[in-house]
């Protein structure tokens, strides 16, 4: 079964430094996503993208992160200057299409931990 | 000290038993809903969607039920099995294509 693949699946970085969390979309997914899980909280929403441009985007999703689809197959989520409460699980998802009736399929993840 | 984070409800059902779990969401306006597992580091899995003008909707050995009416779903999983302990959790689509996800319950399935 296609899945949504994601690298790396622990990042450790130093405060200030630049992160870039790569996710391979499934490979007839038109529209992109990023999440992210602070440890004991919510899935939160970040960020979604479609024919190359950002479709919708979360107030947590400031001028510190960027999205990309550098090529046909990788979607990444940078994020410019880290901050301690970055820390978190983010997640990449894909699905067919961005009506609200077709189901994101999530990959398993990044741990991000901000030092 | 300040507590953080969530404390989840847990449901602890018996093998083989029927496993109940609720979810209210919060938007009269959500009009697609999914039912998501997620094991110990992995990512949420889908498991079962609906739509708003549906009240129930069945698939392999679990069922989601719609109550628009008091904003109320719930994921009914049969003959539940030691595979099934995870977090569960409701995610809800009022407009756009942004998942807004529930809080999530721990269901601890005991042999």
């Known amino acids: 079964e296609p899945e949504v693949t994601q690298t790396p699946s622990h990042q450790v970085t130093q405060m200030g430094q630049e992160v870039i969390l790569r996710c391979v979309p499934i490979s007839n997914h038109l529209y992109f996503y990023w999440y992210r899980q602070i440890l004991g909280q919510k899935v939160e929403f970040l960020v979604s993208f479609y024919n190359n441009e950002i479709s919708e985007k979360s107030e947590i999703f400031d001028d510190q992160f960027s999205v990309e689809r550098p090529d046909g197959s990788n979607f990444t989520l940078k994020i410019r200057s880290t901050k301690l409460e970055d820390s978190a699980m983010y997640f990449c998802?894909?699905?067919?299409?961005?009506?609200?009736?077709?189901?994101?399929?999530f990959g398993d993840g990044t741990r991000l931990s901000i030092l | 000290g300040e507590s953080v984070g969530l404390h989840l409800p847990t449901l602890s059902v018996q093998e083989g038993d029927n496993s109940i779990i609720n979810c209210a969401y919060s938007?009269?306006?959500?009009?697609?809903f999914i039912w998501y597992k997620q094991e110990s580091g992995k990512g949420p899995q889908f498991i079962i969607d609906?739509?708003?003008?549906?009240d129930k909707r069945q698939g392999q050995r679990v069922t989601v039920l719609l109550n628009k009416t008091v904003k109320h779903l719930s994921l009914q999983i049969a003959a539940t099995q030691p595979g099934d302990s995870a977090v569960y959790f409701c995610?809800?689509?009022?407009?756009?294509?942004?998942?807004?996800f529930g809080a999530g319950t721990i269901l601890r399935v005991k042999s």
């Open positions: 609906i739509r708003s003008n549906m």
């Open positions: 995610a809800e689509i009022s407009y756009g294509n942004k998942l807004v």
């Open positions: 998802a894909s699905s067919v299409r961005g009506t609200g009736n077709q189901p994101q399929h």
């Open positions: 938007n009269s306006a959500s009009d697609y």
